[in-house]
């Protein structure tokens, strides 16, 4: 079973431009998840999808961060326009049902470095 | 609100060594508890899972208990191996809060041979 595929792994860009993150899902799961881990914390949630919906955005940085999940499969996470403090690795994961005794799969992350 | 608490690090054992990271949550419920594994450069596996009170989650000599009297889901492992370096991440997941995962701040651990 392929796992949650993440691109790019790594970006670095400069404070004020924009760069988006793009995330593929387990295959059949509904629930997919961006989560922003700063070095030396845990992950922090930014937005959750069940299939193509919005659950919870109650953490994104909306006048910043953007999130789509297109047809409920792939999703891709925007930042415009960055800043330093954005500068985590984000990690997208998912799963297959929306219960709480249901385990996120998580992607590799895509590390960003905001200069 | 809900949270979990993790015993700080870095720890260092040496190979062969007993392996506790404490692990402690606050929870409106009755939470599900994770034990997630991130290896350096990697994202986060999963390493074992406990869904109710007494339950016993277990996976590559690794175990925990969710002991709902203490409110805790301590992680162990009888001998640790070089390979088992890596962070190690507490998390409850809670139905009456959206399903959302919350995530402790990780204990490091390295074992050396």
């Known amino acids: 079973e392929a796992g949650v595929a993440q691109s790019p792994r790594y970006k670095i860009i400069e404070k004020r431009q924009s760069v988006a993150f793009w995330c593929n899902p387990i295959?059949?799961?509904?629930?997919l998840y961006w989560y922003q881990q700063i070095l030396g914390q845990g992950p922090k949630l930014l937005i959750q999808?069940?299939?193509?919906?919005?659950?919870?955005d109650s953490q994104l940085p909306k006048d910043r961060f953007s999130a789509e999940r297109l047809k409920g499969v792939d999703s891709t996470l925007k930042i415009q326009p960055a800043k330093l403090e954005d500068s985590a690795v984000y990690l997208c994961?998912?799963?297959?049902?929306?219960?709480?005794?249901?385990?996120?799969?998580f992607g590799q992350g895509t590390r960003l470095t905001v200069v | 609100g809900d949270s979990v608490t993790q015993m700080e690090g870095p720890v260092t054992l040496s190979e062969e060594a007993f392996l506790t990271i404490n692990c402690t949550y606050t929870?409106?419920?009755?939470?599900?508890l994770f034990w997630y594994v991130q290896y350096p450069g990697e994202g986060l596996q999963l390493l074992l899972k406990?869904?109710?009170?007494?339950d016993k989650g277990s996976n590559k000599g690794f175990e925990a208990t969710y002991r709902k009297e203490t409110t805790s889901f301590h992680l162990e492992k009888g001998s640790v191996q070089v390979s088992d370096s890596a962070v190690y991440f507490c998390?409850?997941?809670?139905?009456?809060?959206?399903?959302?995962?919350?995530f402790g701040t990780g204990t490091s651990l390295t074992v050396i041979p």
């Open positions: 295959s059949g799961h509904a629930t």
């Open positions: 929870a409106t419920g009755y939470p599900s």
């Open positions: 994961a998912s799963s297959l049902f929306d219960k709480a005794g249901t385990e996120a799969f």
């Open positions: 406990a869904t109710k009170a007494d």
């Open positions: 998390a409850l997941r809670l139905s009456n809060t959206g399903n959302q995962f919350y």
């Open positions: 999808f069940q299939n193509n919906g919005v659950v919870d």
